[in-house]
């Protein structure tokens, strides 16, 4: 009978062989149909991995004295996996909680006010306002939560958020202008109709939102 250690010499002999050397041999039609399961299972399991792979999108975000990336996954169910890496100088990128948002612009210029042109929040909708001090804040759609930094400048988030997708649709981040990450000076205190300092104030650091091609 087989044994379960011999499959390969066994496959190698009943390739090689003449068939009618094991016309007879139920060991060799057991090990033909379990060679055919396992390779049945194998590409299986290859398009299921590339089916659980999901959309990804990543930036990377510079500003004075500031570094970091941005990595998002989206999972067949929708929900979007978000990390933030930031690492700066410790005077510039202090210790403590700072604003993390999606801005509405996949762009980082701005004249006088640093990364300006990334425009207003990420918030197509329902209430659809961009303007950081809204009533509708904290409740636009690309806010995210704050980032802790440590006393060296160092700091990671991570979140998993449902009301943007990287997909196609109307709350994609690959809308017809692109988004952006923004990073403020200052923690985001989540209020209604705040200052732009309760929202964050002065950006920090900025990076455009790129999907990856497959
Ligand atoms: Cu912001």
Redesign the pocket.
Same mark, same amino acid.
């Given at each position: 009978m087989y044994d379960g250690t011999s499959f390969a010499p066994s496959y190698i002999f009943y390739k090689c062989a003449p068939k009618s050397a094991f016309n007879q041999n139920t060991d060799m039609k057991f090990i033909y149909h379990l060679a055919i399961v396992l390779l049945l299972l194998i590409t299986g399991c290859n398009q299921s991995a590339d089916a659980d792979k999901g959309l990804q999108a990543s930036a990377t975000i510079t500003g004075p004295s500031i570094t970091g990336t941005l990595k998002a996954i989206q999972s067949p169910h929708g929900f979007v996996w978000v990390a933030v890496e930031l690492q700066g100088d410790a005077k510039v990128l202090t210790s403590g909680l700072h *604003?993390v /948002?999606i /801005?509405e612009k996949g762009v980082c210029q701005g004249e006088g006010k640093p990364f300006s042109a990334a425009g207003g /929040?990420f918030d197509p909708g329902p209430v659809g306002s961009s303007t950081?001090v809204e009533k509708n804040h904290p409740y636009h759609l690309g806010d995210l939560p704050n980032i802790k930094i440590n006393v060296i400048g160092q700091g990671k988030m991570e979140t998993f958020a449902n009301s943007f997708s990287l997909s196609d649709g109307p709350t994609s981040l690959f809308d017809s202008d692109g988004s952006a990450i923004?990073i /403020?000076k200052l923690a985001d205190q989540r209020k209604s109709g705040g200052t732009a300092d309760d929202? *964050?104030g002065a950006?920090q650091a900025c990076g455009v939102i790129e999907l990856i091609k497959s």
């Open positions: *604003g /948002h /801005h /929040h950081p923004i /403020h929202a *964050g950006r």
